[in-house]
């Protein structure tokens, strides 16, 4: 999804810090298309604060300041239910998903504001809303940041801050695709979710990414602690 938006961001003039933690590849190939002087690679662990701050001065640098900011941070964990979920998964689940977010906040928000303004935009996940069975941590911290992104949509809401969260349902990936087929317990909760979505089949990284490409943008000038599905109806509230 985070490179599906950095793609349509590139073909849509902007320039753009790509962040990235160990696979560098993918942004490699970016920078390969749209050139150096319009991406820019950003190595840093989300959950280290003085690392991620420092790659987002280094964007501020290069490019005079910030508009906005979309985070697309998720674990790439096996479906378990809740009681065979262990310590570490946990510790590692709200590390990344929900510390990892508020770290990005604390990164990005002062540059905003500097700026007069700008978008600060999250990709959580319907479970945040609803919850879903076998993904019970990590719903846990969906369902903190679409109060975290509310409660900075308020609180920002004068010096011009837009805070909204994108919601995907099942999202045809490399992650989901593994997810179903690889693992029996995950692939029968995936293929319940797949029959419960009306539109009758899952998502793709497109369709999310321009939901996040869309609050990112001017035209979203008056749309700020909302939280977005794009789910294709699974859920309706």
Not at 45 to 61: N, Y
Not at 79 to 103: C, N
Not at 110 to 124: D, K, Q, T
């Amino acid at each position: 999804m985070g490179h599906a938006a950095a793609k349509m961001l590139l073909d849509r003039g902007a320039r753009v810090g790509l962040h990235y933690r160990s696979n560098a590849e993918p942004i490699k190939q970016l920078i390969a298309e749209y050139g150096q002087d319009r991406a820019l690679p950003i190595q840093a662990d989300l959950t280290d604060r003085a690392m991620l701050t420092s790659g987002v001065e280094q964007v501020v640098a290069t490019y005079g300041q910030l508009d906005g900011c979309l985070n697309t941070v998720g674990t790439a964990l096996r479906m378990k239910p809740f009681l065979d979920i262990s310590d570490d998964v946990v510790d590692e689940t709200i590390a990344t998903e929900l510390r990892g977010v508020i770290t990005s906040a604390q990164a990005v928000l002062p540059h905003l504001i500097e700026a007069g303004g700008g978008h600060f935009v999250l990709v959580g996940s319907d479970s945040g809303k609803v919850g879903t069975s076998g993904e019970v941590i990590s719903a846990a911290c969906r369902g903190g940041i679409v109060s975290f992104a509310k409660s900075l949509a308020r609180e920002y809401a004068r010096q011009n801050v837009l805070v909204n969260v994108v919601c995907p349902g099942p999202t045809d990936t490399g992650l989901w695709e593994d997810l179903v087929e690889n693992d029996e317990f995950g692939g029968k909760i995936g293929n319940a979710m797949i029959r419960a979505i009306p539109l009758r089949r899952i998502g793709k990284a497109e369709e999310v990414a321009a939901a996040a490409i869309f609050l990112l943008s001017g035209e979203a000038s008056y749309i700020t602690g909302q939280a977005i599905s794009v789910s294709g109806g699974l859920t309706m509230s």
